[in-house]
C-alpha cells in the first residue's frame, strides 16, 4: 500500500500539486512510515524525475519552483521526525553568482535542486566577492563551491576566486556554470567541474565529492 502512495507523492511534487502531496506525506506519516523512506521514496524521486525533465526542456523554470514549492511544503513536515544527517548528509556547497552579475534564476534552481538531494547550501546570493566566497567556505566547512555568472563581462571573475582558493590552501571542490560558461572555459580556469543545468550540477556534486 505504502509504495502505491510513495508514487502519489513523488506524481504531487512532478505535478506541482502542493495539497496533494502535504496529504500523502502526512497520511504516511499517520501509518507509521519511516520518514526517511518517505524523503526517499517519495519527495526526493519526484524531484530527481523534474530534475530530468528540466534538464530535456520538457519544463520550464515556471513549473521547477511550482515543484519545489511542493517539495518544500512536505519536507516541512518530514522535518522533525527526520535527523539532520538524513536531509543534509551530502554535505555543505556554498554558492553565488559572482562580484558583477545580479542573475540569479539559474543559480537558485541548483541550490534548490542540491537541497532537495541531501545537500546543505549556503545561498550567498548575487554579486559575490572572493573574499565572501572565501569566509563561507572557511567558516560553513564546505564541500563543494558553485559559481554561476550569466554575462560574459563576469564570467573571468570565476578565475580570481579559484585562484584564491587555490593561494590559500582550501580543500574544496569548485563548479562553474550559467549561459556563457563551457567546459573548456572551466578546464581553462582550474575549476573540477562545469555544469549546464541544475540537473548536471546535482549529478557532477554528487560525483566529485566520491
Known amino acids: 500500500m505504502s509504495g502505491t502512495i510513495y508514487q502519489a507523492l513523488a506524481d504531487a511534487v512532478i505535478e506541482g500539486n502542493q495539497g496533494k502531496a502535504v496529504e500523502c506525506t502526512a497520511d504516511l506519516l499517520k501509518d507509521g512510515t519511516d520518514p526517511k523512506m518517505i524523503l526517499d521514496n517519495g519527495l526526493l524521486k519526484g524531484m530527481e524525475v523534474v530534475g530530468i525533465k528540466f534538464r530535456d526542456n520538457l519544463i520550464f523554470v515556471p513549473q521547477v519552483l511550482i ?3 511542493a517539495f518544500k511544503s512536505s519536507l516541512s513536515i518530514l522535518e522533525p521526525f527526520l535527523s539532520k544527517s538524513d536531509t543534509e548528509g551530502m554535505g555543505t ?3 553565488g553568482t559572482v562580484k558583477g552579475d545580479i542573475h540569479d534564476i539559474g543559480k537558485n534552481i541548483v541550490a534548490m535542486m542540491l537541497k532537495s538531494s541531501g545537500f546543505r547550501v549556503v ?3 548575487i554579486d559575490v566577492k572572493a573574499e565572501k566566497f572565501i569566509d563561507a ?3 560553513e566547512k564546505a564541500v563543494i563551491l558553485g559559481m554561476s555568472a550569466l554575462l560574459t563581462t563576469t564570467m573571468g571573475y570565476m578565475k580570481a576566486v579559484i585562484d584564491k582558493i587555490k593561494n590559500e590552501n582550501l580543500s574544496v571542490k569548485t563548479i562553474v556554470g550559467g549561459a556563457p560558461i563551457s567546459n573548456s572555459f572551466a578546464e581553462q580556469i582550474g575549476a573540477d567541474g562545469y555544469a549546464k543545468n541544475a540537473s548536471d550540477a ?4 554528487k560525483r566529485i565529492i566520491k
Open 67 to 69: 515543484s519545489a514549492r
Open 93 to 95: 556547497v556554498v554558492i
Open 123 to 125: 545561498d550567498l546570493g
Open 137 to 139: 567556505i572557511k567558516n
Open 202 to 205: 546535482v549529478e557532477l556534486s
